[in-house]
């Protein structure tokens, strides 16, 4: 016998983000909180998703050929040439919410900062897209927050939305503080109803309080001045009580509770909310990945806990080199743009 899918709520107008999170009834259930008018949503599916990375240097992705696995007919595929020098892509291929892990050999990671930069317009259907940096908690019992995900969007014009916007959340899995973020957005001005400009920046900086997350900085820069704003948001955020609670917790309980460092995280590119997948015209762009520490690539999930994104997109990733930095780039593509040379 099947029982049914919980079902809760949350208000209208938040940016809502889908994890695959586990179940205490060993169900796999689609998650979300933070979206555009959405309600939060808990589906019992078992879905295998991964995450999803992506940068180019300026306008390559238009020459860069969409390569394929032949041996494995449903990969997403991915930008550049597999030689020696590149970590081999994931089964799944390089795209939608499938990439790469960066992480520092099982210890935090300290000073990242995550900087998407568009350099060929991206044209959306009506639901734009977001960029997830999805996040993973040391395996460690002592660790209760189980996976992080930090996410900024853009939202197309719509008859509900009469201005394209930009935002950002934060969501963690931490019972039982789990929490997320919104109401943290800004409209665009002087801009078309579905089209992020070449030259637009979103910006994702984590802030410290020692190897823990404390909060992250997120920044829209646009092409002019009208289109440039700037969040910051707290982790926890204040005033943040267990789930049940009548009363406020003992001070610094919430804190003590959820804060984590991150040992290994990816980035997606994917659809708006709860499982949403973006149907992009074109677009392409870089996405530039930077630490204070060395961090390696990887196809596979290092030991962590985390889990998968849910949303999905006609994106796809480009190739990362072996070895480690301090900093790392990475192609994207969507759409037309994607398969302009396959």
């Given at each position: 016998?099947?029982s049914a899918p919980p079902q809760?709520?949350?208000?209208?107008?938040?940016?809502?983000?889908?994890?695959?999170?586990?179940?205490?009834?060993?169900?796999?259930?689609?998650?979300?909180?933070?979206?555009?008018?959405?309600?939060?949503?808990?589906?019992?599916?078992?879905?295998?998703?991964?995450?999803?990375?992506?940068?180019?240097?300026?306008?390559?992705?238009?020459?860069?050929?969409?390569?394929?696995?032949?041996?494995?007919?449903?990969?997403?595929?991915?930008?550049?040439?597999?030689?020696?020098?590149?970590?081999?892509?994931?089964?799944?291929?390089?795209?939608?919410?499938?990439?790469?892990?960066?992480?520092?050999?099982?210890?935090?990671?300290?000073?990242?900062?995550?900087?998407?930069?568009?350099?060929?317009?991206?044209?959306?259907?009506?639901?734009?897209?977001?960029?997830?940096?999805?996040?993973?908690?040391?395996?460690?019992?002592?660790?209760?927050?189980?996976?992080?995900?930090?996410?900024?969007?853009?939202?197309?014009?719509?008859?509900?939305?009469?201005?394209?916007?930009?935002?950002?959340?934060?969501?963690?899995?931490?019972?039982?503080?789990?929490?997320?973020?919104?109401?943290?957005?800004?409209?665009?001005?002087?801009?078309?109803?579905?089209?992020?400009?070449?030259?637009?920046?979103?910006?994702?900086?984590?802030?410290?309080?020692?190897?823990?997350?404390?909060?992250?900085?997120?920044?829209?820069?646009?092409?002019?001045?009208?289109?440039?704003?700037?969040?910051?948001?707290?982790?926890?955020?204040?005033?943040?009580?267990?789930?049940?609670?009548?009363?406020?917790?003992?001070?610094?309980?919430?804190?003590?509770?959820?804060?984590?460092?991150?040992v290994a995280f990816q980035v997606?590119?994917?659809?708006?909310?709860?499982?949403?997948?973006?149907?992009?015209?074109?677009?392409?762009?870089?996405?530039?990945?930077?630490?204070?520490?060395?961090?390696?690539?990887?196809?596979?999930?290092?030991?962590?806990?985390?889990?998968?994104?849910?949303?999905?997109?006609?994106?796809?990733?480009?190739?990362?080199?072996?070895?480690?930095?301090?900093?790392?780039?990475?192609?994207?593509?969507?759409g037309e743009t994607a398969h302009?040379?396959?």
């Amino acid at each position: 016998m099947t029982s049914a899918p919980p079902q809760c709520s949350t208000p209208n107008g938040m940016f809502v983000q889908g994890f695959i999170v586990d179940r205490s009834d060993g169900r796999k259930c689609i998650h979300r909180h933070f979206a555009f008018g959405a309600r939060k949503l808990c589906v019992a599916l078992v879905l295998g998703v991964g995450l999803t990375v992506s940068s180019l240097t300026p306008l390559a992705a238009q020459t860069v050929p969409l390569a394929r696995d032949p041996a494995n007919p449903k990969s997403t595929g991915y930008l550049g040439e597999l030689t020696d020098e590149m970590v081999p892509p994931p089964r799944a291929g390089l795209g939608s919410n499938h990439n790469y892990y960066l992480y520092n050999g099982g210890k935090p990671i300290h000073g990242l900062v995550v900087t998407v930069e568009i350099t060929k317009d991206i044209v959306c259907d009506e639901i734009g897209f977001h960029i997830q940096l999805n996040a993973n908690s040391p395996k460690d019992d002592n660790i209760r927050t189980n996976y992080q995900q930090y996410v900024m969007g853009f939202q197309t014009k719509t008859a509900k939305t009469p201005d394209p916007h930009v935002g950002c959340s934060i969501e963690y899995f931490a019972k039982p503080y789990d929490f997320g973020t919104h109401n943290h957005r800004a409209d665009l001005v002087d801009m078309p109803p579905r089209i992020v400009p070449a030259g637009a920046k979103f910006i994702i900086k984590l802030q410290y309080d020692g190897d823990n997350i404390r909060g992250a900085k997120f920044a829209y820069l646009g092409k002019n001045t009208k289109n440039q704003h700037e969040w910051t948001i707290e982790v926890p955020p204040p005033g943040l009580k267990p789930t049940g609670a009548t009363e406020a917790p003992p001070p610094g309980a919430a804190a003590a509770w959820v804060r984590t460092p991150i040992v290994a995280f990816q980035v997606d590119l994917v659809g708006r909310s709860g499982g949403d997948n973006a149907v992009t015209k074109s677009g392409a762009g870089i996405i530039t990945y930077s630490s204070s520490d060395a961090m390696t690539v990887t196809s596979k999930r290092p030991e962590s806990k985390g889990s998968h994104t849910a949303e999905t997109a006609n994106s796809v990733y480009g190739l990362l080199p072996t070895g480690s930095s301090k900093t790392f780039t990475q192609k994207f593509a969507f759409g037309e743009t994607a398969h302009a040379n396959q």
